[in-house]
């Protein structure tokens, strides 16, 4: 990897009282993404509303997650050469046209597209804040700046289902995303608030004269859709092989075809460079990964809870909310270990934690256990994605150039809507193999507790960067 071509030290920072009120604001922002969890209280009033068999409430998640990881690399890559703070208002902008519009869809095909358009601007949005947040402060204070944004994040994936709940009852199914306008207006009125250039990153020089990589960007997109297009199409009872073969096919070698471009460009939306590292790859996959096997509480739970629950729509998102609640225990935790503890440590920890939660949900849904005890494993497996995400984000961001702060932010965004965008395809395919959300939750508790241990024994035997 090469070595970055800015010094965090020879910039000034905002004063103490300055660079809290910024990092408030860029919290408020960066909360559009994961107050997305309202969504998935909806899925059971969504179904109904629009008499959908329940394979087809996947289209909600693609749609969004889709759009949001192709724009929010590519919004990332243009936040580090025209500035983070301008991608981050242009973003927030956009999200509170886009949060309203989603609304006031008329149809379900009609949602699926404005979830598209909702996607793209909360992408463009998360892109840049994680590198805002960490540039308001020197490098020793990164992983108590990224602990605490991981933190409020996971607060509000954690107040999302149970406000999820309330705003359905209030609103129906429009309300949970009516809500999120508002709080994207906010936040743009008060970007004054945000230095110019935090750390004096995000608009050199070098790189903002330079081409735009436009055919980079395009192709991310292209192949991103090629491929979990052909991925969903698969898991329909009467998917049409040669539909489903040739998108897969495309996907493949749109991938092939994009990494060798990006290898190529002067400019990529992405260096293909740091990939070579298996250290770097192997952090990479593990996030999708992880992501892909704990989003099965968010996606089957809510069917368990709200038969459970009966009427009760705000019990269900409460109860769900622990699997959140305990994301924000976790990344809190992640915090104070990280003076002593490596971030490879820490992932694996989480790894480990969050494989044991889904482990135990599966237990206790094959038990026939009350409803409430699943609140145990929900716990289980949200603290081990809090400790996993703050080390993984550590990493990441240690192990690009500081000038590449806003590709390394929007790789943690794009790695987890990856691994949401795999498991909302690959848990139904796997629940339509199980037929049960039991032995689902155990499948998915075992392969994740293999890659922990794998995880593990590679980062022991790697040599150290």
């Avoid at 629009?50 to 243009?78: E, K, N, T």
């Avoid at 704990?294 to 038969?307: D, H, M, V």
């Amino acid at each position: 990897m090469r070595p970055s071509s800015l010094s965090e030290s020879v910039h000034p920072y905002p004063s103490p009282k300055r660079q809290r009120l910024a990092l408030a604001v860029v919290c408020l922002g960066s909360l559009l993404s994961p107050l997305d969890t309202t969504v998935n209280t909806a899925f059971p009033v969504i179904t109904a509303a629009f008499s959908l068999p329940l394979r087809d409430i996947q289209w909600v998640v693609i749609a969004y997650v889709l759009a949001m990881s192709s724009f929010a690399l590519i919004f990332g890559h243009l936040g580090d050469r025209m500035g983070h703070r301008r991608i981050f208002a242009m973003g927030l902008a956009a999200c509170v046209l886009a949060h309203a519009a989603v609304a006031l869809a008329p149809d379900f095909p009609s949602l699926v597209a404005m979830r598209a358009v909702q996607g793209a601007a909360a992408g463009m949005a998360v892109s840049c804040a994680p590198a805002i947040a960490t540039l308001l402060y020197p490098a020793a204070d990164k992983a108590r700046v990224l602990a605490l944004y991981i933190a409020v994040g996971n607060v509000a994936m954690a107040a999302g289902p149970w406000l999820g709940g309330l705003l359905l009852q209030a609103f129906g199914w429009p309300g949970v995303f009516w809500f999120r306008a508002p709080l994207a207006l906010a936040a743009l009125l008060l970007l004054p608030c945000l230095p110019k250039r935090p750390g004096g990153v995000g608009s050199s020089s070098s790189t903002s004269t330079a081409r735009f990589d436009w055919a980079g960007a395009v192709g991310l997109s292209a192949l991103l859709s090629s491929m979990m297009l052909g991925l969903a199409e698969l898991t329909r009872p009467d998917a049409n092989l040669w539909i489903t073969l040739t998108l897969l096919a495309g996907g493949v070698v749109g991938t092939f075809l994009w990494v060798r471009h990006e290898s190529r460009a002067a400019q990529p939306v992405l260096r293909m460079a740091p990939f070579r590292s298996a250290r770097f790859s192997g952090t990479q996959a593990a996030s999708v990964l992880v992501n892909l096997a704990c989003f099965a509480n968010l996606l089957l739970l809510p069917y368990e809870l709200t038969r459970a629950a009966g009427a009760s729509l705000a019990s269900a998102g409460l109860m769900l909310s622990m699997y959140p609640g305990g994301s924000v225990l976790g990344s809190l935790v992640a915090g104070r270990l990280a003076a002593r503890w490596s971030s490879s440590q820490l992932m694996t920890l989480g790894g480990l934690g969050a494989a044991a939660g889904l482990l135990l949900t599966g237990g206790l849904l094959s038990a026939g256990s009350p409803t409430a005890a699943l609140s145990l494993g929900m716990l289980a497996s949200g603290l081990g994605l809090g400790l996993f995400q703050v080390g993984y984000m550590e990493a990441t961001t240690s192990m690009l150039p500081i000038d590449e702060r806003g590709v390394a932010g929007s790789l943690v965004s794009v790695t987890r809507l990856l691994g949401i965008l795999l498991g909302a395809t690959g848990i139904h395919w796997l629940q339509g193999l199980t037929q049960n959300h039991a032995s689902t939750f155990q499948v998915l508790g075992i392969g994740l507790l293999v890659l922990a241990m794998l995880f593990a024994l590679g980062n022991r035997q790697a040599t150290p960067p």
